[in-house]
C-alpha cells in the first residue's frame, strides 16, 4: 500500500469519525434537552401555597438582581413574603420550612444592610437565591 493510498484511507476514516463524533455530541446535547426540560414544576412534596410564595420570592430577589425593583421595595416584599410563610400551616412541614428558611436568608441580607449601611452582598444573595431555585425545581 502506497502512502498516497494510506493516507487517503487515514482521510476517510477521520472525516467519517468526526461525522460520528458530532452525531453523538448532537444526541447527547438533546438527551441533556430533554432531561432538563423534563425537571422543574412544583415538586411533588410541596403543597401549592408554599410552592407559589417560593417562587414568588424569587421573582423579587431576581427582579432586585436585575435592578428592577430597589433594595427597600425588595426587603418589604421578601418581609411580607416570610410573613405569610410564617403564619401558614403547611401539609409538608420540612419542605416549608426549607422555603420558609431561604425567604428568611434572603430577607435577612437587606437586614444586615439597615443596620451596617454596606452593601448587599451578591455572592451570598445569589447563593441563597440558588438553593431556592433548587428547593422548588426552578
Known amino acids: 500500500m502506497s502512502v498516497t493510498a494510506l493516507a487517503m484511507c487515514l482521510d476517510k476514516y477521520t472525516k467519517e469519525g468526526a461525522i460520528m463524533k458530532n452525531f453523538l455530541v448532537a444526541l ?26 417560593g417562587k414568588e420570592a424569587v421573582q423579587v430577589a431576581n427582579d ?4 428592577k ?20 400551616i403547611p401539609t409538608n412541614s420540612t419542605s416549608h420550612s426549607y422555603v420558609k428558611g431561604y425567604v428568611l436568608l434572603l430577607r435577612g441580607e437587606f437586614t444586615l444592610v439597615m443596620f451596617s449601611g454596606e452593601p448587599v ?9 440558588g438553593q431556592l431555585k433548587e428547593i422548588l425545581n426552578m
Do not use: E, H, I, W
Open 69 to 88: 425593583t430597589s433594595q427597600n421595595d425588595a426587603y418589604k416584599k421578601l418581609d411580607s413574603l416570610y410573613k405569610q410563610l410564617d403564619s401558614y
Open 121 to 129: 452582598n451578591r455572592d451570598t444573595f445569589t447563593k441563597n437565591l
Open 64 to 67: 432586585y438582581l436585575n435592578n
Open 28 to 53: 447527547l446535547v438533546l438527551c441533556l434537552g430533554f432531561t432538563v426540560v423534563g425537571c422543574g414544576g412544583k415538586p411533588s412534596n410541596m403543597d401549592q401555597k408554599t410552592y407559589d410564595l
